[in-house]
């Protein structure tokens, strides 16, 4: 603006004589010559500016650059520790329930106090166990603690308890027992077809024989579902005492197992067990005379219905005749089972079990237990469940003959002293109530007739509540 008021009164100052013309030219083309001077300087300042601010903003780029990587170092050296962290942890899982049960027979006889309160607590473990090659190993380990011996029945029923859950140590009845702590190591297979999986599992260590064989989607688990013990595995293993594991259910022993997986989602195993029996089920002479048993089992799916069918054989070298406290000679027990449980609709499953002892002297000879599991779904409560189950638990011949008179330690008289005949009927009904994520609460109703098959025994009638709190 400057420059074009100056160019005006240039023109207005123009002299009209041709000398006072050319005076004026030369001092026009002076300043002309002067102001076309100021003008480069000013456009070299202003590259020299622009040029410097460039730098200074190329600067400061470079600054926020290196921040940046800087705080990007950081963040990949947490990450760095926090995937440490997470690899030491992978495959670490814990598991923490405690589950107490409340009971009293409203009809027949009980040895002590007409209602009895008990607690247990667990605790399991489960770590890495490394590699050997394309093997991988875990380590299972469980603690067990609790108080109360549960409802002692004076009839002497062919189950041995209604109450499962039961448990206490000896001595300190408060002390915690290293329950199970085994080795598992799964080997792969080569060779197996598009789709499928095969593999050889093998255990060893303290293992309660029960997590591997005669196992049942919804009639194994006393803390969950049914209470009576003949209903949470088969009788004659369990109740009728062929397992011979120790006081408290475990036991040393081995396993292996040959896994397949077929490509449509069906499964199946073959599995071999040896576990200490007797006095072998307390690390003493564990394999003398052991507890064998092998298994066959497979899962299938029908119409997207799962099921799991199970059948086994069993053999016992240090078994106790008729399971009777008294005696203290062994024998061997010899029997076959099977296990089944099948989702019918989407809110129904049932389950039933077979069992059948093929040598020994044992109290009840053939077993069948069998139920039924309904979801919640099925009325507007999802995770509620309910269950009903039957058993019929035959006296052998053998017993039939001798409980009248078998005194086996010479002392007190007859061990049993009654005249048993036929069967003993069970049945059991619960109601599974999901009060929130981690607490369950389950009324439960038994009723044992003709126990131990004595028909003159009075019927029992057990109703109860269990708590059962789960981490």
């Known amino acids: ?46 590259r020299t500016l622009q040029t410097r601010l460039a730098e200074v903003e190329q600067h400061e780029e470079k600054e926020a650059m290196a921040a940046r990587l800087e705080d990007l170092e950081i963040e990949l050296l947490t990450l760095r520790r926090q995937a440490r962290t997470i690899e030491a942890v992978e495959g670490i899982s814990v598991g923490a329930a405690m589950t107490m049960v409340a009971q009293t027979a409203l009809a027949g006889e009980t040895d002590a106090a007409d209602s009895q309160l008990n607690y247990r607590a667990d605790v399991s473990v489960t770590l890495p166990g490394g590699e050997i090659g394309d093997a991988e190993g875990r380590l299972f380990v469980h603690f067990r603690l609790g108080q109360g ?7 002497p029923g062919f189950s041995s308890t209604p109450n499962s859950t039961a448990f206490e140590s000896e001595g300190d009845d408060a002390a915690a027992v290293l329950a199970q702590a085994w080795y598992q190591l799964d080997v792969p297979l080569e060779g197996a077809p598009k789709g499928a999986s ?7 260590g303290k293992i309660d024989p029960f997590v591997f064989f005669d196992q049942n989607a919804i009639a194994d688990d006393e803390s969950t579902r049914f209470l009576n013990n003949a209903f949470v595995h088969n009788p004659l293993l369990d109740s009728g005492g062929a397992v011979g594991v120790d006081a408290y259910g475990f036991t040393p022993g081995a396993r292996l197992a040959y896994h397949a997986d077929g490509a449509s989602g069906d499964w199946w195993r073959a599995s071999l067990g040896a576990f200490g029996a007797g006095e072998g ?27 799991n069918y199970r059948l086994y054989a069993w053999t016992n070298g240090s078994a106790t005749p008729y399971s009777n406290a008294a005696a203290s000679d062994t024998e061997r027990q010899s029997g076959w089972g099977l296990s089944a449980d099948q989702q019918i609709t989407e809110t129904a499953t049932v389950f039933a079990r077979y069992g059948q002892a093929t040598q020994g002297s044992v109290r009840f000879d053939q077993a069948i237990t069998a139920g039924v599991e309904l979801s919640g779904a099925a009325w507007g409560r999802e995770k509620d469940r309910l269950g009903i189950a039957g058993g019929w638990l035959r ?16 002392v007190d ?48 009638t057990v109703v109860g509540l269990r708590a059962t709190m789960g981490f």
């Open 413 to 460: 008289g007859p061990d049993f002293g009654y005249a048993p005949s036929g069967a003993e009927y069970l049945a059991e009904l619960y109601y599974a109530w999901q009060v929130n994520e981690h607490l369950e609460l389950t009324p439960d109703l038994q009723w044992i007739a003709r126990p131990g098959a004595d028909g003159a025994a009075e019927d029992i």
């Open 395 to 410: 006296a052998s011949k053998d017993f039939e003959a001798d409980a009248p008179v078998l005194d086996a330690d010479g």
């Open 281 to 307: 089920a307390s690390f003493g002479n564990s394999f003398s005379r052991p507890f064998l048993v092998a298994q066959l089992e497979n899962g299938r799916q029908f119409n997207g219905l799962a099921g």
């Open 1 to 46: 603006m400057k420059f074009k008021k100056t160019l005006v009164c240039l023109a207005l100052s123009i002299p009209a004589s041709p000398a006072l013309a050319a005076q004026f030219d030369a001092s026009l083309k002076a300043q002309l010559s002067q102001l076309a001077q100021r003008l480069e300087q000013l456009e070299a300042d202003n």
């Open 198 to 204: 095969r593999h050889l599992e093998v255990n060893f």
């Open 149 to 155: 011996q549960g409802l002692a029945l004076s009839s």
